[in-house]
Structure formats: C-alpha cells, structure tokens
C-alpha cells in the first residue's frame, strides 16, 4: 500500500483502534499521535470503577508500543493550518500530515467556585483517579455532585471501599436525562439500598473551606449543610475542541462529520468524544460518547483512510452499545435512548428490560444485569422493528 503521513491528534481508545486498524489494513508510513497527557494510550472505562477501588493501579493498553507508531505524549495541539497541513502544538513543533484524524476527546465540565484542588476533584485522567482514590478511604467522607453516568459509579466505587457518599443530583433522579423516569427509578434504589445518601432536586449554595483553604462541605439551597472530606464534580464532558474554532473546520458541540468520518475539510477526519457524525438510525448528527462508538467509528475512518480510489466509503450504521457498572449491578444499553420514548417493561429471568420505542418503532433497550437480552436486539434496532417483534423475540 502507498506509503503515506497520517498524523491523529488525541492518544485514547480512538487513536489506539484507528492505528492498529491502519496497520492491519497494511498502511506502511508514519502514523504519529500527539497526546496532552504524559501517559501512553489507556482505558478509561475503569477509572471509575477498578482503578478508583484498588484493584488496579494502570490501564495502560497493552500493545500501546508494538503498533509501530510514533507516540509524542505530554503535547497540546494548539491549532490547525489546514492549508498547510500541518498541526502547531505547544512543544514549538508543527507537526505536518496527508491525513489527519482528529480524535481530542474531551474535557471534564466543571462548575464555578468548584475548580479542583484542595479537596476537590474531577475523573477524566488516570491521575484524577489516582488522587481521588486517596480520598475515598474507609471510612472517608465524598460529596458526588451530578447524578450521571459518572457520578453513579463514582458513588458506587466509593461505597465499595467503605466511604460515605452524599449525591446532590439538580434533577429529579439519577440518570433521568439520560434513561427517563422508569430506569431513573430503579438506578435510585439501587442506590439507596447501599446507604448512598441522595439529595435530589437540590442545589448548592456555598461552598464551605476550612482555615487552610481545603474543601470541607457544602450548603445546600435549603439550607442543609453536608459535611465531607473531599467533594467530586461528575458532570460530565465537554468536547476538546476549542482549539479549532479558528480552523475553519465546521463545528456545533463538536466536530462535524458525515457517517464515514469525513469533516468539512478534505483529508480530515474525526472519531470518537469530540465528534459529531451523521447517524441514520437517529436522523440526524448525534456525539455519542461511548466505548464502543469509538471502536466503531475508528474501523471506518481506518476503512476509508486505505480505500482505493473510486471506492464507495465505509459508514457507520450499527446501533450504539454502552454499559455501567454500579455495584453488582451492569446496566447495559442499546440504540438511541429518549427519555421522551414510550416505555415498555418486561421481565427476564426476575431481571428488568425497558424497551424504548416511538410510533411503536424500537429505538432503543436497556437491561439491568441481563446481557443477552439487550444484545439480542441490535438487529431489530437497526432494522427499524417494531417494539411488538421485541417483545415476542425476548419473550417467547
């Protein structure tokens, strides 16, 4: 295969799969990735969960350095120069390409007065992991702010190692935003029944420091004050992608692209957090911030990256597939999930499965401990099946 420059900034899950991707496609030149952070690629799906109890102290991948890629770690891409096809990163250096993939992930949201340090604490970054995992000791005290995906497993991690949990969620559940009331419900008392103590609908006040400026609680709006030894912002994430806003490039809460990867500028592509491409199954372009989207997403762009010219381009069609594990408990999901949906429950082997539907078309699932069940309807999700042809698969 013609030799060529490919150049990916962002060194996570993305850049890890397109790489490998390229290299099992037979690409022979120089693949570089420039990545801020000082690590070589890792998993991030752990930090929540194995890292933040101490069950594992790296998730390093493990064939991050026998892909044949040149790693610059601990280097921010500053700007783009399209025309010259070249990256200007904070080391001084341009960095020039072919093809560039971009794939910056993105940042923890923070909030105003609760910028981290001196008690306080975001989880993007293995290194938040490590911090925050000294402050969950047994018998440690942690404020989780945001009822998330993240906030739930922090809480979740915390219980496990024997520290008390306060979760202030501003809505009226957790995960209600993201999975509607019926599975809202059910993740409430899930965490109730291991002693997290939920403030929901609630907001924060002041912010409460001691003589040496360390957080040490919070005021609520109604006034309750809750103590603590370290608080945690699980908010979630913006897309890394202000440093393009001169580009040229089309942005709109992230990068824009079609559903073979491709951006507004030729020979630039974008995969996983901080891009936003076009899904058929959704009808219109959505950033989906799973695991497995970028693993989806980087075989595309890999695909097309090698295609011969005149080929039809490779684009993204499968359902998206998310996970959560909160005590012994993995919620697991399927497809386009809205809370505005229509909701079906049935019960599995005495576990839960909601089938989200509209206009009795399926859109989405999710299932609480029963796997089988939710990937069986990745199918009829993509398929456009109705909800009644779900229920008769699962149900039989």
Not at 152 to 175: F, H, M, Y
Not at 205 to 232: N, P, S, W, Y
Request: hydrophobic fraction near 45%; include cysteine; aromatic fraction near 4%.
């Amino acid at each position: 295969m013609a030799s060529r420059s490919i150049l990916i900034v962002g060194a996570g899950l993305g850049a890890m799969r397109l790489a490998g991707q390229l290299r099992q496609h037979g690409l022979d030149g120089s693949i570089t990735v420039l990545g801020a952070e000082s690590h070589l690629p890792y998993d991030r799906p752990p930090l929540s969960k194995q890292v933040l109890r101490g069950e594992a102290e790296t998730t390093t991948f493990p064939d991050a350095e026998t892909l044949n890629v040149r790693w610059v770690t601990g280097t921010r891409a500053l700007s783009l120069d399209a025309a010259g096809s070249r990256i200007l990163a904070d080391d001084g250096h341009a960095y020039g390409y072919d093809t560039l993939v971009l794939a910056s992930g993105g940042r923890a949201r923070t909030l105003p007065g609760l910028e981290p340090g001196h008690g306080v604490h975001l989880l993007r970054t293995i290194d938040d992991a490590h911090a925050l995992r000294r402050e969950i000791r047994s018998g440690g005290r942690l404020i989780v702010i945001g009822g998330g995906f993240i906030g739930c497993e922090i809480a979740a991690s915390a219980r496990k190692v024997g520290a008390e949990v306060d979760l202030i969620e501003a809505l009226s559940a957790p995960l209600v935003r993201v999975l509607g009331p019926i599975a809202a419900a059910k993740v409430t008392q899930l965490h109730q029944l291991h002693c997290v103590r939920l403030h929901l609908g609630a907001t924060i006040a002041e912010t409460l420091r001691d003589a040496d400026g360390m957080f040490c609680g919070i005021r609520l709006g109604d006034g309750k004050l809750i103590e603590a030894d370290a608080l945690v912002v699980g908010i979630g994430i913006l897309p890394e992608v202000d440093w393009l806003k001169e580009s040229g490039i089309a942005l709109e809460d992230g990068i824009v692209c079609d559903s073979s990867g491709r951006t507004s500028i030729p020979n630039i592509y974008a995969l996983g957090d901080a891009a936003q491409w076009w899904h058929d199954l959704a009808g219109k372009h959505r950033r989906v911030e799973h695991w497995t989207t970028t693993v989806d997403q980087a075989q595309v762009v890999a695909a097309n990256i090698v295609a011969q010219q005149g080929e039809a381009p490779a684009t993204l069609s499968a359902a998206p597939y998310f996970w959560s594990d909160q005590y012994d408990i993995k919620i697991q999901g399927m497809g386009f999930i809205d809370p505005s949906d229509h909701v079906d429950e049935i019960t599995i082997r005495d576990r839960a499965v909601l089938l989200y539907s509209r206009d009795r078309i399926l859109r989405g699932v999710v299932g609480f401990s029963i796997p089988i069940a939710v990937m069986r309807t990745k199918p009829l999700i993509e398929r456009g099946a109705t909800v009644q042809e779900a229920i008769a698969l699962l149900t039989p």
